[in-house]
């Protein structure tokens, strides 16, 4: 396991380290943004310091997003190459579970496009995209754990556990500060609460805990993505 | 300076989320149910960055600084 | 609101106001609506090919424009400005003509409607001409059915007998207070709800399809309709130099004789209330307006109808309502009872006007039952001053001055009910009718 985790040169430390990252600094700005989206707010803090915490925290994502994606690009362990930093499910190492980090790579980058041009957008298209945010999260996640070396770690599990929970509690603390009405979004909200964790304990467990999860991942492909 | 600006609320849009108010109590201060109340449309020159800021910050991009006097 | 009252204005023959009468001439010399053959025999078919200039003259709008005719939808803006601003901007232009007249105590529009739908659509086709617009689209509110079939048989009429070139199309809202703001009209005709739309474009930039888009009240256009016939000079005989013409008055209330008069601008408002047979015991205050207008004591019933004269008491002509009240009355139950709908007709859109008019509406109705506690007046006086200038329309600001013009109208009344509780009269029954204060069922 350990010995496992020691293979490889510096770039890929800096990958797995990135990534992980990566994976913290979103959730965190997920779940700002999530309980900060309501109308209620806890007292001594500003607003405004929640939206531009939740802005800064997101553009240090990005950051780290760019190391992780580089460094894993630049690493010559796998042979990734540019194209699959931003085409999802081509690549030739674990094609699904890193096309699933492509594809919320894609979707932050939408995100970040559209909010840097928000007001010529209008709020509504801006809103639309920014709904992808709450996709590329699980997304990460579960490329996290899909491609992730460190997954098998104690430690790093304890740290999916983590991001699920700031997430989940986000999510029913907007929930129960919320008012009445809109009542089918905050139904799709709660089912998606609470789908999330269950779907990923299950993964986690059928998955990448059990032994030999190396090779069947290598060997998921995408079945519309044709991995090579 | 410049030409000046005047503050615009889009009613419709705004939500009371109140951030304007709290990065522009100058201009802008909010009623008993949290929506703002423009105490001044016009922006003071001194004023300038800080109601650039409250724009930005308006998460409904309810708030607009419009060129020219009301 | 009710149908009886309507059916009484349509068929009564009132005797002529102050001033020769123009839009209803027809209608005084007859007594009968005017069919389209009655119609083009008196007026002729509308000067279609006069109002349209060539390159940079524009003959109708300089015609309303030396005829300093202003909107008579209540906003009282310059009609010239409107149109030129609509015949200014590129491409094919859109004439809405808002007979909505969702205000309840007037009945001017649907009167006119009734008696010369001809004059109106004239009006439509002639702005149309100026502005450059291939179609008019005619508002009404889609439960006034009766009025539909009619104006629909007018329409009719004009299609067989050839007489415009532009696309006329009738069209049936949902029938609510706010629904007859011009940009209700243009949202719920591009196929949204009939709410008000607030921020920019403006609609002449861009209302129906995108298309510069010219809204004006269907009186406005019967009043275009005759100054591009008659002239300037001939409109500018009547009324004030800085307001001149006719205007249409809604008068009810302690009346002998309610109904629709055409009176001249600046006819003080004594002589218009004298020729709905005025009031039978001693006048104790003018509603003007209606409900998103104010109330003015009875001192101030010598006032001649104009914006100028009126703008000093906070008030203005508006869509020319006057309602009279007389004798034991509480103006404060009164308005309470009109405030209420006010605050159910809010369109919900804007957190000021959503939350503050319901707000000041069970503050008033408080004051209004004797309930009040020490700190209501200041609180009512408070939130009835945020409401102005904070919404997409102006549906908050008529509330607030029908609040602050009520406190201030009715001091004696105020006093009674803060310190005494409810005053008797507070008990009679209601003088001003009031639609049920429920929300509008339907936007769209």
């Given amino acids: 396991m350990t010995l496992l985790a020691l293979t490889g040169g510096p770039l890929w430390y800096a990958s797995r380290a990135g990534g992980t990252l990566t994976l913290i600094l979103l959730t965190a700005t997920v779940a700002l943004g999530i309980a ?110 899909g491609t992730g070396t460190d997954t098998r770690l104690p430690l790093q599990l304890w740290l999916y556990a983590g991001c699920l929970g700031a997430v989940v509690a986000a999510v029913w603390w907007r929930l129960a500060k919320a008012g009445p009405g809109r009542v089918p979004g905050r139904l799709v909200a709660a089912v998606a609460a609470t789908a999330v964790p269950v779907v990923l304990g299950a993964f986690l467990a059928t998955g990448p805990l059990q032994p030999g999860w190396a090779q069947r991942a290598a060997a998921t492909t995408v079945l519309l993505g044709g991995g090579r | 300076m410049s030409r000046p600006r005047t503050l615009r609320i889009d009613r419709i849009t705004c939500t009371g989320q109140g951030l304007c108010a709290e990065l522009l109590p100058e201009l802008i201060a909010l009623d008993e149910w949290g929506y703002p109340v423009l105490k001044d449309r016009t922006v003071p020159d001194r004023l300038r960055t800080h109601a650039r800021r409250a724009v930005a910050a308006c998460p409904r991009l309810a708030l607009h600084s419009d060129r020219g006097r009301p | ?26 209608w005084y010399a007859t007594g009968r609506p005017a069919a389209l053959a009655d119609h083009l025999g008196r007026h002729g078919p509308p000067p279609v090919a006069a109002a349209v200039g060539g390159r940079g003259s524009m003959p109708l709008v300089e015609a309303v424009e030396a005829a300093g005719l202003s909107g008579r939808g209540g906003a009282g803006f310059p009609t010239a400005r409107k149109l030129r601003a609509v015949a200014e901007r590129r491409g094919r232009a859109v004439v809405v003509v808002n007979a909505m007249e969702s205000e309840p105590a007037s009945r001017k529009d649907q009167f ?27 508002c009404l509110p889609r439960d006034r059915s009766a009025q539909y079939r009619r104006l629909s048989a007018a329409l009719d009429e004009r299609r067989r007998a050839r007489v415009d070139r532009v696309r006329l199309r009738l069209h049936a809202l949902p029938h609510a207070y706010v629904s007859s703001e011009s940009t209700s009209l243009v949202r719920w005709l591009n196929g949204g709800p009939a709410r008000p739309q607030g921020s920019p474009p403006r609609t002449h930039e861009r209302g129906v399809g995108r298309r510069p888009t010219l809204v004006n009240n269907a009186e406005t256009l ?14 500018r005989r009547e009324g004030t130099p800085d307001e001149p013409g006719t205007t249409l008055v809604t008068v009810s209330g302690a009346v002998a004789a309610p109904g629709v008069l055409e009176v001249a601008l600046g006819t003080p408002l004594a002589t218009v209330l004298d020729h709905a047979q005025g009031p039978a015991q001693p006048l104790r205050a003018l509603l003007l307006g209606g409900f998103a207008g ?33 004798g034991p009355v509480c103006g404060l139950t009164e308005t309470a009872r009109m405030l209420a709908y006010l605050a159910a007709h809010s369109a919900r859109q804007c957190g000021p006007c959503h939350l503050g008019l319901p707000a000041v509406a069970d503050d ?66 209601p003088r001003i009718p009031v ?3 429920t929300p509008p069922e339907r936007w769209r």
């Fill in chain 3, 294 to 326: 104010t109330w003015l004591p009875a001192a101030h019933q010598d006032t001649p109808l104009t914006r100028r004269d009126l703008a000093p008491l906070g008030a203005a002509p508006g869509a020319g309502v006057l309602i009279a009240v007389a």
């Fill in chain 3, 435 to 437: 639609p049920p204060a």
């Fill in chain 1, 36 to 145: 900060s989206g309501g109308r209620a707010v806890p007292r001594g803090v500003g607003r405004f310091e929640i939206g531009l915490l939740h802005r800064n925290l997101s553009l240090l994502t990005l950051v780290f997003l760019a190391v992780h994606v580089v460094t894993a690009v630049l690493d010559p362990f796998v042979h990734l190459g540019w194209a699959v930093a931003v085409v999802p499910f081509g690549a030739s190492y674990r094609p699904l579970w890193l096309g699933l980090g492509t594809a919320a790579l894609d979707l932050l980058l939408a995100v970040l496009v559209t909010s840097a041009l928000r007001r010529r957008l209008g709020v509504r298209r801006w809103k639309a995209v920014h709904w992808l945010a709450y996709a590329a999260w699980p997304l990460a996640l579960f490329h996290s754990a």
């Fill in chain 3, 1 to 26: 609101m009710n149908s009886s009252a309507t059916a009484r204005l349509t068929t009564r023959h009132l005797a002529a106001a102050p001033g020769a009468p123009r839009l209803l001439a027809d």
């Fill in chain 3, 222 to 235: 019967a009043h275009l309709a005759l100054i591009a016939r008659h002239g300037p000079d001939w409109f």
């Fill in chain 3, 112 to 138: 006119l409607l009734h008696v010369a739908p001809h004059l109106v659509l004239d009006g439509a086709v002639l702005a149309a001409a100026a502005v450059g617009a291939d179609t008019v689209h005619v």
């Fill in chain 3, 364 to 429: 008033f109705a408080a004051l209004a039952a004797g309930r009040a506690d020490p700190g209501l007046l200041s609180r009512l006086r408070r939130r009835t001053g945020l409401l102005a200038d904070r919404g997409a329309c102006r549906h908050p600001d008529g509330a607030a001055r029908l609040v602050a013009s009520a406190l201030h109208t009715f001091p004696d009344d105020v006093g009674h009910h803060l310190t005494r509780g409810a005053c008797p009269a507070a008990h009679q029954p």
